[in-house]
């Protein structure tokens, strides 16, 4: 059974920073795309970034140059740094993983994602 827990969300002040985690179970998230998406209330959620099996990264041009998707194999875990946050990247952030391995493609949309978290609130205020 696959899981994906996310952590690292909070309250931070415009201009700030904070790195979300997914720890991943149930999947080897090294062999696999990730991605992070987020969600906004009113919204439709919206692709943030990815990563795949062989950690070639993709972003949104909302945030290119801002945010940063990394993975630590051994401890089998996802991040998106944040820096330099504004009040419009207020949200919540979900993780996703895909169920195809050692697939190169960037995975853009949510369909392209077969597991996801519960997601973690972050919050900017400006």
């Known amino acids: 059974q696959v899981q994906l827990a996310e952590s690292g969300g909070g309250l931070v002040q415009a201009g700030g920073s904070l790195r979300l985690s997914c720890a991943a179970s149930?999947?080897?998230?090294?062999?696999?795309?990730m991605g992070w998406f987020r969600q906004a209330p009113g919204k439709e959620r919206e692709f943030v970034a990815t990563?795949?099996?062989?950690?070639?990264?993709y972003y949104a041009d909302s945030v290119k140059g801002r945010f940063t998707i990394s993975r630590d194999n051994a401890k089998n875990t996802v991040y998106l740094q944040m820096n330099s946050l504004e009040s419009l990247d207020t949200a919540v952030y979900y993780c996703?993983?895909?169920?195809?391995?050692?697939?190169?493609?960037?995975?853009?949309?949510?369909?392209?994602?077969?597991?996801w978290g519960q997601g973690t609130q972050v919050t900017v205020s400006s």
């Open positions: 149930g999947l080897a998230s090294s062999s696999y795309p």
């Open positions: 996703a993983a895909s169920r195809f391995p050692f697939d190169s493609r960037y995975r853009i949309e949510a369909d392209d994602y077969d597991y």
């Open positions: 990563i795949t099996w062989s950690d070639s990264t």
